[in-house]
C-alpha cells in the first residue's frame, strides 16, 4: 500500500524537482471562492451554495489560467458592462461576469466591485515569479494528486449534466479536483476546463480495495 501511495510523488519529485515538491499532495481549498495567482488570492467570488460557489471559481480560475497561457507577452485588465452585466476581462478575454452573489457577499456595487478587482489583479500581475509558476502548472496538468493518489489526464471531457459532480474540498497544483461518487478513493476525478466541460483524470494506481486509506 505504501508503494502506491509514495511511487507517484517520487516520480513528480524527480521529473520536476524539489523546488515543487512541497506541492505533491493534495491540499485542503484555503478559503473557498478565491481565484488565485500562484499563492497569492486576488479575489473572492460569491455563489447561492458552496458547491455552486465550487465549480464557479474551478471555471474562472481556469479562464485566468488559459489566457496566462496563451499571451505570454503584455496582459491588459480592463471591466466592461455588457448584457449580463459587468466583465473583468484581460487581453479582452473575458474572465469573470460580476454576479448579485459577488456584490452581496462584498456589500457594494457590480462596477465598483469590478474596478475593485481589476485593480488587485493588476496589481498581482506585477509578481513576475508568481506568474511564471502559474504559467507552469495550471493548464490542465498531466497528472494531479488526491490525497496521496495520483491521477493521469485521459482528454476525456465530460459536462456538467452528465452526472453529478461534486467538489472533494481539495485542490493540486491550485486546481480543484471534482468527484462524482462518496468513494474515498475514486477511479476517476475531474477538473474544470475554461471551456465549461469537465477533464477526466483516471487512477494511476490501483489501490488494494481490502485496505481503507489512512486518514489525511
Keep these: 500500500m505504501k508503494l502506491v501511495r509514495l511511487a507517484l510523488p517520487l516520480i513528480l519529485w524527480m521529473t520536476l524537482g524539489p523546488v515543487t515538491a512541497q506541492r505533491l499532495d493534495s491540499e485542503p481549498v484555503p478559503i473557498q471562492g478565491q481565484i488565485v495567482l500562484d499563492s497569492r488570492g486576488i479575489f473572492s467570488l460569491g455563489a447561492s451554495d458552496p458547491e455552486t460557489l465550487a465549480a464557479r471559481t474551478a471555471l474562472v480560475q481556469a479562464r485566468l489560467n488559459r489566457v496566462l497561457a496563451d499571451y505570454p507577452g503584455d496582459l491588459i485588465v480592463t471591466t466592461r458592462q455588457l448584457a449580463a452585466g459587468w466583465v473583468l476581462l484581460i487581453n479582452d478575454q473575458q ?65 456538467a449534466d452528465a452526472f453529478k459532480i461534486v467538489t472533494t474540498g481539495q485542490v493540486s497544483f491550485r486546481n480543484q479536483i471534482f468527484t462524482a461518487t462518496t468513494d474515498p478513493i475514486p477511479r476517476e476525478v475531474y477538473l474544470r476546463s475554461a471551456e465549461g466541460d469537465w477533464m477526466v483524470y483516471e487512477l494511476l494506481s490501483n489501490p488494494d480495495p481490502s485496505k481503507k486509506p489512512t486518514a489525511p
Excluded at 509578481?127 to 493521469?152: C, H, W
Design 95 to 159: 474572465i469573470v461576469t460580476i454576479t448579485a452573489q459577488d456584490t452581496k457577499r462584498h456589500n457594494t456595487s457590480a462596477q465598483a466591485l469590478g474596478a475593485e478587482w481589476a485593480t488587485s489583479l493588476k496589481n498581482i500581475l506585477q509578481d513576475q515569479a508568481a506568474l511564471n509558476e502559474q504559467r507552469k502548472f495550471n493548464i490542465l496538468p498531466e497528472t494531479v494528486v488526491l490525497k496521496s493518489y495520483g491521477y493521469g489526464r485521459t482528454n476525456r471531457l465530460v459536462t
